[in-house]
């Protein structure tokens, strides 16, 4: 079974919530609340997973999977909000993409072509990026 460990920042009085799922590169879920972000993750993991797929990756989208919480930071100035300084939690961070360095990378060259192509398909405009 897959083993997701998962990070939590939370604001004052454990609200609005951030998860880090750091396995998962930049999979993250949010909530007004730590209970709410955390009901949100496996969610957040699952739309990682197909996102995955759809790029190749080999991803069982029906495997159960744990999602223990590594560490929860409840104090500090980004609460909530994700930190704006890498290397917050230890590493090295694994790449969500099989083959890692730079077989990984191009998991972001994906990212970006999902983001234009659904902004073309809305018939939005590549807007800065």
């Not at 495997?63 to 590594?70: G, K």
């Not at 930190?83 to 998991?107: D, E, I, K, M």
């Amino acid at each position: 079974m897959p083993h997701y460990p998962i990070y939590l920042e939370s604001g004052p009085k454990r609200r609005k919530t951030m998860v880090h799922v750091l396995d998962l590169l930049g999979c993250v879920a949010t909530g007004p609340s730590t209970e709410a972000a955390l009901q949100a993750t496996p969610d957040a993991i699952r739309a990682y997973l197909r996102f995955l797929r759809r790029h190749g990756e080999a991803a069982d989208l029906d495997a159960p999977f744990t999602t223990p919480v590594a560490e929860h930071i409840t104090e500090g100035q980004w609460l909530g909000n994700g930190s704006p300084h890498p290397g917050v939690w230890p590493g090295p961070l694994a790449v969500g993409f099989s083959g890692g360095g730079q077989a990984g990378l191009g998991g972001f060259q994906c990212r970006r072509d999902d983001r234009l192509g659904s902004g073309r398909a809305r018939g939005g405009a590549e807007s800065g990026v």
